[in-house]
Protein backbone atom coordinates (compact mmCIF):
# COMPACT_ATOMS: atom_id res chain seq x y z
CA UNK A 1 0.00 0.00 0.00
CA UNK A 2 1.25 3.81 -0.86
CA UNK A 3 2.98 5.06 2.10
CA UNK A 4 2.66 8.64 0.80
CA UNK A 5 -1.59 7.95 0.31
CA UNK A 6 -2.07 6.42 3.57
CA UNK A 7 -0.03 9.52 5.30
CA UNK A 8 -2.80 12.08 2.95
CA UNK A 9 -5.72 10.05 4.20
CA UNK A 10 -4.52 10.23 7.86
CA UNK A 11 -4.12 14.05 7.38
CA UNK A 12 -7.54 14.12 6.20
CA UNK A 13 -9.47 11.97 8.50
CA UNK A 14 -11.53 13.70 11.37
CA UNK A 15 -11.91 11.24 14.10
CA UNK A 16 -15.06 10.54 15.58
CA UNK A 17 -15.14 10.84 19.50
CA UNK A 18 -17.05 14.23 20.37
CA UNK A 19 -20.05 16.46 19.57
CA UNK A 20 -16.94 18.86 17.71
CA UNK A 21 -16.37 16.27 15.17
CA UNK A 22 -19.93 16.40 14.22
CA UNK A 23 -19.86 19.93 14.16
CA UNK A 24 -17.33 19.63 11.61
CA UNK A 25 -19.62 16.78 9.52
CA UNK A 26 -22.57 19.75 9.86
CA UNK A 27 -20.29 21.96 8.31
CA UNK A 28 -20.07 20.07 5.29
CA UNK A 29 -23.72 19.19 5.04
CA UNK A 30 -24.43 22.74 4.87
CA UNK A 31 -27.54 24.28 3.49
CA UNK A 32 -28.47 20.41 1.89
CA UNK A 33 -31.85 19.97 2.78
CA UNK A 34 -31.64 16.02 1.28
CA UNK A 35 -28.92 14.25 3.37
CA UNK A 36 -28.78 10.38 2.68
CA UNK A 37 -27.10 8.05 5.06
CA UNK A 38 -26.14 5.20 4.09
CA UNK A 39 -24.48 1.71 5.39
CA UNK A 40 -22.35 -0.75 3.81
CA UNK A 41 -24.36 -3.78 6.00
CA UNK A 42 -28.14 -4.22 6.82
CA UNK A 43 -27.33 -5.31 10.22
CA UNK A 44 -24.44 -3.20 12.14
CA UNK A 45 -25.40 -1.72 14.90
CA UNK A 46 -22.63 1.39 15.07
CA UNK A 47 -24.32 2.33 11.39
CA UNK A 48 -27.46 2.73 13.37
CA UNK A 49 -26.32 4.66 16.17
CA UNK A 50 -24.11 6.92 14.47
CA UNK A 51 -27.04 7.69 11.49
CA UNK A 52 -29.43 8.47 14.77
CA UNK A 53 -26.89 10.47 15.90
CA UNK A 54 -26.97 12.63 12.95
CA UNK A 55 -30.22 12.47 11.99
CA UNK A 56 -30.85 13.54 15.68
CA UNK A 57 -28.49 16.81 15.28
CA UNK A 58 -30.13 17.36 11.40
CA UNK A 59 -33.04 17.46 13.47
CA UNK A 60 -32.81 20.21 16.10
CA UNK A 61 -29.67 22.51 14.72
CA UNK A 62 -30.82 22.22 11.17
CA UNK A 63 -34.57 21.99 11.38
CA UNK A 64 -35.15 19.02 9.30
CA UNK A 65 -39.02 17.69 9.10
CA UNK A 66 -38.49 13.77 8.31
CA UNK A 67 -36.51 10.60 8.45
CA UNK A 68 -37.25 8.76 5.22
CA UNK A 69 -35.93 4.94 5.39
CA UNK A 70 -35.39 1.81 3.18
CA UNK A 71 -38.72 0.34 4.64
CA UNK A 72 -42.35 -0.16 3.44
CA UNK A 73 -44.83 2.88 3.40
CA UNK A 74 -47.50 1.37 5.42
CA UNK A 75 -45.39 0.09 8.25
CA UNK A 76 -43.22 3.36 8.24
CA UNK A 77 -46.29 5.19 8.33
CA UNK A 78 -47.63 3.28 11.48
CA UNK A 79 -44.33 4.48 13.42
CA UNK A 80 -44.69 7.95 12.10
CA UNK A 81 -48.39 8.50 13.55
CA UNK A 82 -46.86 7.70 16.88
CA UNK A 83 -43.88 10.11 16.95
CA UNK A 84 -46.17 12.52 15.89
CA UNK A 85 -48.52 11.81 19.10
CA UNK A 86 -51.48 10.33 16.59
CA UNK A 87 -52.94 6.90 16.27
CA UNK A 88 -53.04 4.28 19.31
CA UNK A 89 -49.90 2.32 19.75
CA UNK A 90 -48.51 2.86 23.40
CA UNK A 91 -45.04 2.30 22.62
CA UNK A 92 -42.50 2.46 20.38
CA UNK A 93 -42.14 -1.42 20.51
CA UNK A 94 -46.04 -1.97 19.38
CA UNK A 95 -45.44 0.78 16.86
CA UNK A 96 -43.06 -0.67 15.39
CA UNK A 97 -44.79 -4.40 15.61
CA UNK A 98 -46.27 -3.21 11.80
CA UNK A 99 -42.46 -4.89 10.75
CA UNK A 100 -43.36 -8.60 10.60
CA UNK A 101 -41.68 -8.94 6.92
CA UNK A 102 -38.14 -10.29 6.09
CA UNK A 103 -36.05 -9.15 6.96
CA UNK A 104 -37.85 -7.47 10.52
CA UNK A 105 -34.34 -6.85 12.46
CA UNK A 106 -33.59 -3.94 10.08
CA UNK A 107 -36.45 -2.28 12.04
CA UNK A 108 -37.64 -3.88 14.88
CA UNK A 109 -33.85 -3.79 17.08
CA UNK A 110 -32.79 -1.10 20.15
CA UNK A 111 -31.14 1.21 18.13
CA UNK A 112 -34.38 2.25 16.27
CA UNK A 113 -36.82 1.47 19.25
CA UNK A 114 -34.35 4.41 20.95
CA UNK A 115 -34.65 6.48 17.88
CA UNK A 116 -38.39 6.35 17.58
CA UNK A 117 -38.69 7.29 21.52
CA UNK A 118 -36.97 10.18 21.33
CA UNK A 119 -38.77 11.27 18.18
CA UNK A 120 -41.88 11.08 19.89
CA UNK A 121 -40.15 13.09 23.29
CA UNK A 122 -39.21 15.77 20.52
CA UNK A 123 -42.25 15.88 18.92
CA UNK A 124 -43.87 16.71 22.45
CA UNK A 125 -41.89 20.24 22.55
CA UNK A 126 -42.96 21.23 18.89
CA UNK A 127 -45.86 23.41 19.30
CA UNK A 128 -47.41 23.04 15.71
CA UNK A 129 -48.32 19.43 14.72
CA UNK A 130 -48.06 20.20 11.00
CA UNK A 131 -44.36 20.77 11.82
CA UNK A 132 -43.78 17.55 13.83
CA UNK A 133 -40.67 15.56 12.13
CA UNK A 134 -42.12 12.21 10.60
CA UNK A 135 -40.79 8.98 10.42
CA UNK A 136 -41.61 7.77 7.01
CA UNK A 137 -40.47 4.60 4.11
CA UNK A 138 -39.62 4.92 0.58
CA UNK A 139 -39.90 1.29 -0.19
CA UNK A 140 -42.63 -0.88 -2.57
CA UNK A 141 -43.15 -4.45 -1.19
CA UNK A 142 -46.40 -4.05 0.31
CA UNK A 143 -48.66 -4.63 -2.46
CA UNK A 144 -51.40 -6.15 -0.22
CA UNK A 145 -50.77 -3.74 2.65
CA UNK A 146 -51.17 -0.56 0.49
CA UNK A 147 -54.24 -1.67 -2.17
CA UNK A 148 -56.13 -2.80 1.22
CA UNK A 149 -55.05 0.88 2.75
CA UNK A 150 -56.15 2.49 -0.27
CA UNK A 151 -59.79 1.04 -0.31
CA UNK A 152 -60.12 1.33 3.39
CA UNK A 153 -59.80 5.22 3.14
CA UNK A 154 -61.78 5.60 0.35
CA UNK A 155 -64.49 3.37 1.92
CA UNK A 156 -64.66 5.94 4.74
CA UNK A 157 -63.96 9.39 2.47
CA UNK A 158 -65.36 8.20 -0.73
CA UNK A 159 -67.85 5.03 -0.78
CA UNK A 160 -68.42 4.88 -4.94
CA UNK A 161 -64.30 5.68 -5.36
CA UNK A 162 -63.87 2.85 -2.81
CA UNK A 163 -66.14 0.83 -5.23
CA UNK A 164 -63.78 1.52 -8.32
CA UNK A 165 -60.59 0.80 -6.16
CA UNK A 166 -62.05 -2.45 -5.20
CA UNK A 167 -62.83 -3.21 -8.80
CA UNK A 168 -59.72 -2.29 -10.04
CA UNK A 169 -57.54 -4.31 -7.40
CA UNK A 170 -59.19 -7.16 -7.97
CA UNK A 171 -57.50 -7.81 -11.17
CA UNK A 172 -54.03 -8.64 -8.55
CA UNK A 173 -55.86 -9.10 -5.56
CA UNK A 174 -55.43 -12.56 -5.26
CA UNK A 175 -51.70 -12.59 -5.78
CA UNK A 176 -51.23 -9.68 -3.60
CA UNK A 177 -50.13 -12.54 -0.60
CA UNK A 178 -47.34 -14.08 -2.81
CA UNK A 179 -46.84 -11.29 -5.83
CA UNK A 180 -43.41 -13.08 -6.96
CA UNK A 181 -46.42 -15.80 -8.32
CA UNK A 182 -48.14 -12.73 -9.95
CA UNK A 183 -44.90 -11.62 -11.80
CA UNK A 184 -43.92 -15.93 -12.66
CA UNK A 185 -47.76 -15.96 -14.06
CA UNK A 186 -47.41 -12.51 -16.40
CA UNK A 187 -43.90 -13.94 -17.47
CA UNK A 188 -45.22 -17.15 -18.79
CA UNK A 189 -48.58 -15.83 -20.56
CA UNK A 190 -50.47 -17.42 -17.65
CA UNK A 191 -52.41 -14.42 -16.68
CA UNK A 192 -53.20 -10.87 -18.39
CA UNK A 193 -51.19 -8.25 -16.25
CA UNK A 194 -52.93 -5.57 -13.88
CA UNK A 195 -50.72 -2.05 -15.31
CA UNK A 196 -53.58 -0.49 -16.89
CA UNK A 197 -55.86 -1.10 -13.55
CA UNK A 198 -53.63 0.11 -11.22
CA UNK A 199 -52.36 3.08 -13.08
CA UNK A 200 -56.24 3.97 -13.71
CA UNK A 201 -56.45 4.24 -9.55
CA UNK A 202 -53.20 6.26 -9.13
CA UNK A 203 -54.45 9.16 -12.01
CA UNK A 204 -57.97 9.40 -10.37
CA UNK A 205 -56.19 9.85 -7.06
CA UNK A 206 -53.71 12.22 -8.33
CA UNK A 207 -56.08 14.18 -10.19
CA UNK A 208 -58.11 14.33 -6.94
CA UNK A 209 -54.96 15.77 -5.21
CA UNK A 210 -54.50 18.33 -7.91
CA UNK A 211 -58.12 19.19 -7.03
CA UNK A 212 -57.79 19.38 -3.35
CA UNK A 213 -54.25 21.65 -4.29
CA UNK A 214 -56.30 24.15 -5.61
CA UNK A 215 -58.60 24.58 -3.49
CA UNK A 216 -55.90 24.72 -0.01
CA UNK A 217 -53.60 21.53 0.87
CA UNK A 218 -54.15 18.27 0.45
CA UNK A 219 -55.02 16.52 4.35
CA UNK A 220 -52.01 14.21 5.43
CA UNK A 221 -54.71 11.00 5.33
CA UNK A 222 -55.38 11.62 1.60
CA UNK A 223 -51.75 12.02 0.82
CA UNK A 224 -50.80 8.66 2.72
CA UNK A 225 -53.82 6.91 0.55
CA UNK A 226 -52.57 8.74 -2.60
CA UNK A 227 -48.88 7.07 -1.83
CA UNK A 228 -50.38 3.74 -1.16
CA UNK A 229 -51.90 3.99 -4.57
CA UNK A 230 -48.61 4.91 -5.54
CA UNK A 231 -46.63 1.62 -3.90
CA UNK A 232 -49.44 -0.76 -5.81
CA UNK A 233 -48.58 0.92 -9.32
CA UNK A 234 -45.19 0.76 -8.55
CA UNK A 235 -44.86 -2.47 -6.72
CA UNK A 236 -46.76 -3.91 -10.07
CA UNK A 237 -44.73 -2.79 -12.43
CA UNK A 238 -41.58 -4.50 -9.81
CA UNK A 239 -43.00 -7.92 -9.87
CA UNK A 240 -43.04 -7.99 -13.77
CA UNK A 241 -40.00 -6.99 -14.04
CA UNK A 242 -38.60 -9.32 -11.79
CA UNK A 243 -38.47 -11.91 -14.12
CA UNK A 244 -36.49 -9.64 -16.81
CA UNK A 245 -33.82 -8.93 -14.98
CA UNK A 246 -31.93 -7.66 -11.93
CA UNK A 247 -30.95 -4.26 -13.18
CA UNK A 248 -35.16 -3.87 -14.60
CA UNK A 249 -36.09 -4.33 -11.31
CA UNK A 250 -33.25 -2.67 -9.45
CA UNK A 251 -34.29 0.35 -11.97
CA UNK A 252 -38.10 0.43 -10.89
CA UNK A 253 -37.05 0.38 -6.90
CA UNK A 254 -35.11 3.14 -6.69
CA UNK A 255 -36.92 5.17 -8.87
CA UNK A 256 -40.31 5.06 -7.06
CA UNK A 257 -37.43 5.50 -3.75
CA UNK A 258 -37.07 8.69 -5.90
CA UNK A 259 -40.46 9.21 -6.68
CA UNK A 260 -41.69 8.89 -3.15
CA UNK A 261 -39.06 11.49 -1.55
CA UNK A 262 -40.08 14.01 -4.11
CA UNK A 263 -43.93 13.09 -3.26
CA UNK A 264 -43.14 14.02 0.50
CA UNK A 265 -40.81 16.92 -0.01
CA UNK A 266 -43.76 18.18 -1.82
CA UNK A 267 -46.51 17.34 0.94
CA UNK A 268 -44.32 18.39 3.53
CA UNK A 269 -43.69 21.73 2.05
CA UNK A 270 -47.30 22.95 1.89
CA UNK A 271 -47.12 22.94 5.44
CA UNK A 272 -43.73 24.42 6.19
CA UNK A 273 -43.71 26.81 3.15
CA UNK A 274 -40.55 25.68 1.98
CA UNK A 275 -39.24 22.80 0.64
CA UNK A 276 -38.89 19.99 3.06
CA UNK A 277 -35.96 19.08 4.91
CA UNK A 278 -35.39 15.12 4.54
CA UNK A 279 -32.91 12.91 5.78
CA UNK A 280 -32.85 9.69 4.03
CA UNK A 281 -31.66 5.95 5.39
CA UNK A 282 -30.82 3.41 2.92
CA UNK A 283 -28.22 0.95 1.80
CA UNK A 284 -24.64 2.37 0.33
CA UNK A 285 -25.56 0.33 -2.68
CA UNK A 286 -29.00 2.73 -3.02
CA UNK A 287 -27.60 6.16 -2.08
CA UNK A 288 -23.69 6.24 -3.50
CA UNK A 289 -24.21 7.67 -7.02
CA UNK A 290 -24.47 4.38 -9.22
CA UNK A 291 -22.53 5.91 -12.00
CA UNK A 292 -19.60 5.80 -9.84
CA UNK A 293 -19.76 2.02 -10.05
CA UNK A 294 -19.88 -1.03 -12.29
CA UNK A 295 -23.73 -1.61 -11.74
CA UNK A 296 -23.81 1.98 -13.31
CA UNK A 297 -21.48 0.61 -16.28
CA UNK A 298 -23.81 -2.18 -16.96
CA UNK A 299 -27.36 0.12 -16.68
CA UNK A 300 -28.81 0.64 -13.26
CA UNK A 301 -29.12 3.40 -11.14
CA UNK A 302 -30.03 4.11 -8.14
CA UNK A 303 -31.36 6.58 -5.66
CA UNK A 304 -28.31 8.71 -5.00
CA UNK A 305 -27.83 9.39 -8.76
CA UNK A 306 -31.16 10.47 -8.76
CA UNK A 307 -31.39 13.20 -6.38
CA UNK A 308 -27.81 14.43 -7.87
CA UNK A 309 -29.64 14.55 -11.31
CA UNK A 310 -33.07 16.06 -10.23
CA UNK A 311 -31.84 18.91 -7.64
CA UNK A 312 -29.65 22.12 -7.57
CA UNK A 313 -25.85 21.13 -6.50
CA UNK A 314 -25.39 21.61 -2.66
CA UNK A 315 -29.10 20.93 -2.07
CA UNK A 316 -28.02 16.91 -1.43
CA UNK A 317 -25.21 15.41 0.44
CA UNK A 318 -24.44 11.47 0.27
CA UNK A 319 -22.71 9.67 3.36
CA UNK A 320 -21.73 6.07 2.99
CA UNK A 321 -20.22 4.05 5.87
CA UNK A 322 -17.77 1.34 5.62
CA UNK A 323 -16.32 -1.55 8.11
CA UNK A 324 -12.97 -3.18 7.99
CA UNK A 325 -14.33 -6.48 10.10
CA UNK A 326 -16.28 -7.13 12.98
CA UNK A 327 -19.69 -8.85 12.87
CA UNK A 328 -23.03 -8.65 11.80
CA UNK A 329 -27.20 -9.56 11.63
CA UNK A 330 -27.97 -11.31 8.57
CA UNK A 331 -29.18 -14.66 7.16
CA UNK A 332 -27.49 -17.19 4.65
CA UNK A 333 -31.04 -17.23 2.95
CA UNK A 334 -33.57 -15.37 1.32
CA UNK A 335 -36.40 -15.31 4.32
CA UNK A 336 -34.10 -17.22 6.57
CA UNK A 337 -33.48 -16.44 10.16
CA UNK A 338 -31.22 -13.50 11.60
CA UNK A 339 -27.80 -14.62 12.17
CA UNK A 340 -25.11 -13.14 13.93
CA UNK A 341 -22.55 -13.85 11.29
CA UNK A 342 -18.41 -12.72 11.47
CA UNK A 343 -17.34 -10.29 9.00
CA UNK A 344 -14.07 -11.61 6.91
CA UNK A 345 -11.50 -8.68 7.29
CA UNK A 346 -12.02 -6.74 4.35
CA UNK A 347 -9.94 -7.50 0.76
CA UNK A 348 -6.36 -5.52 0.24
CA UNK A 349 -7.92 -4.19 -2.80
CA UNK A 350 -10.55 -2.55 -1.21
CA UNK A 351 -11.39 0.92 -0.21
CA UNK A 352 -11.90 -1.11 3.22
CA UNK A 353 -8.75 -2.02 3.46
CA UNK A 354 -7.57 0.97 2.24
CA UNK A 355 -9.52 3.18 5.12
CA UNK A 356 -8.17 0.25 7.39
CA UNK A 357 -4.59 1.72 7.52
CA UNK A 358 -4.99 4.47 8.39
CA UNK A 359 -5.40 3.18 11.47
CA UNK A 360 -8.22 5.11 13.69
CA UNK A 361 -11.03 3.31 14.91
CA UNK A 362 -13.72 5.51 13.44
CA UNK A 363 -13.50 8.72 11.02
CA UNK A 364 -15.06 10.98 8.76
CA UNK A 365 -13.65 11.91 5.56
CA UNK A 366 -14.86 14.62 4.27
CA UNK A 367 -14.65 14.34 0.07
CA UNK A 368 -17.05 16.96 -1.94
CA UNK A 369 -14.79 20.13 -2.32
CA UNK A 370 -11.82 18.65 -0.30
CA UNK A 371 -9.41 17.43 -3.00
CA UNK A 372 -8.85 13.63 -1.19
CA UNK A 373 -6.34 11.75 -2.10
CA UNK A 374 -8.88 9.13 -2.69
CA UNK A 375 -8.88 10.61 -6.33
CA UNK A 376 -5.39 9.87 -6.51
CA UNK A 377 -5.58 6.05 -6.56
CA UNK A 378 -4.32 4.16 -9.31
CA UNK A 379 -7.55 2.23 -10.53
CA UNK A 380 -10.70 1.08 -9.53
CA UNK A 381 -10.95 0.19 -5.93
CA UNK A 382 -13.63 -2.94 -4.92
CA UNK A 383 -16.46 -1.56 -2.10
CA UNK A 384 -18.15 -4.28 0.32
CA UNK A 385 -22.13 -4.64 0.32
CA UNK A 386 -23.92 -6.70 2.87
CA UNK A 387 -27.35 -6.76 2.40
CA UNK A 388 -29.91 -8.78 4.39
CA UNK A 389 -27.50 -11.95 3.06
CA UNK A 390 -24.25 -12.41 3.91
CA UNK A 391 -21.90 -15.60 2.33
CA UNK A 392 -18.63 -15.07 3.59
CA UNK A 393 -17.66 -17.94 1.78
CA UNK A 394 -18.41 -16.39 -1.81
CA UNK A 395 -17.41 -12.96 -0.69
CA UNK A 396 -16.18 -11.46 -3.53
CA UNK A 397 -18.52 -12.58 -6.07
CA UNK A 398 -21.75 -12.36 -3.66
CA UNK A 399 -20.35 -8.45 -1.55
CA UNK A 400 -18.10 -6.96 -3.14
CA UNK A 401 -18.12 -5.02 -6.69
CA UNK A 402 -15.81 -2.39 -8.32
CA UNK A 403 -16.52 1.47 -7.46
CA UNK A 404 -14.82 5.03 -7.02
CA UNK A 405 -15.97 6.27 -3.93
CA UNK A 406 -14.78 9.30 -4.18
CA UNK A 407 -17.21 10.30 -7.44
CA UNK A 408 -19.44 8.04 -5.55
CA UNK A 409 -20.06 10.41 -1.68
CA UNK A 410 -19.75 13.56 -0.79
CA UNK A 411 -18.16 11.72 2.61
CA UNK A 412 -17.60 8.38 3.88
CA UNK A 413 -17.56 7.50 7.95
CA UNK A 414 -15.50 4.73 8.52
CA UNK A 415 -15.41 2.29 12.13
CA UNK A 416 -12.88 -0.20 11.87
CA UNK A 417 -14.15 -2.67 13.91
CA UNK A 418 -18.14 -3.15 14.08
CA UNK A 419 -20.72 -5.38 16.22
CA UNK A 420 -23.78 -6.98 14.92
CA UNK A 421 -27.24 -5.25 15.13
CA UNK A 422 -29.39 -6.98 18.44
CA UNK A 423 -32.62 -7.76 16.79
CA UNK A 424 -35.91 -7.70 19.50
CA UNK A 425 -36.66 -10.89 18.36
CA UNK A 426 -34.05 -12.98 18.49
CA UNK A 427 -33.78 -16.43 16.63
CA UNK A 428 -31.95 -19.59 17.68
CA UNK A 429 -28.94 -19.03 15.14
CA UNK A 430 -29.04 -15.59 16.40
CA UNK A 431 -26.49 -15.66 19.90
CA UNK A 432 -24.19 -13.61 21.70
CA UNK A 433 -20.92 -15.71 21.28
CA UNK A 434 -18.49 -13.75 19.18
CA UNK A 435 -17.22 -16.01 16.59
CA UNK A 436 -13.70 -17.01 16.02
CA UNK A 437 -11.58 -14.09 14.65
CA UNK A 438 -10.24 -16.53 12.30
CA UNK A 439 -13.33 -18.18 10.68
CA UNK A 440 -13.92 -18.82 7.95
CA UNK A 441 -10.76 -19.25 6.84
CA UNK A 442 -9.27 -21.04 10.13
CA UNK A 443 -5.89 -19.43 9.59
Given at each position: MDKSLIA????EARPLETAEDFDFLLDCIGSASIVLLGE???????FYRLRAAISKRLIVDKGFDAIAVEADW??????????QHMGDDMSADQALSGFKRFPQWMWRNHEIV????????????VASPARRCGFYGLDLYSLEQSMHAVIAYLDQADPEAAARARERYSCIDHFAQDPQRYGYAISFGMKPHCEEEVLRQLVEMNRKASELLRTGMVP???????????VTRNAEVYYRAMFKGRDESWNVRDSHMAETLQALREHIGQSTGRPARIVVWAHNSHLGDARATEMGAHGQLNLGQLVRERYRPGESFLLGFTTHAGSVTAASEWDGPA??????????DSVEYLL????????????RGHDSALARVDGRLLERAIGVIYRPETERMSHYFHADPERQFDALI?????????PLERSAPWHHDEPAETYPSGL
Open positions: ALQRATHGTREPDALRVSRYVDLVSWLRVHNQHDEFFYAQQNARELKPIVQSRPHQVGMPAFLLPLHVDRTTALT
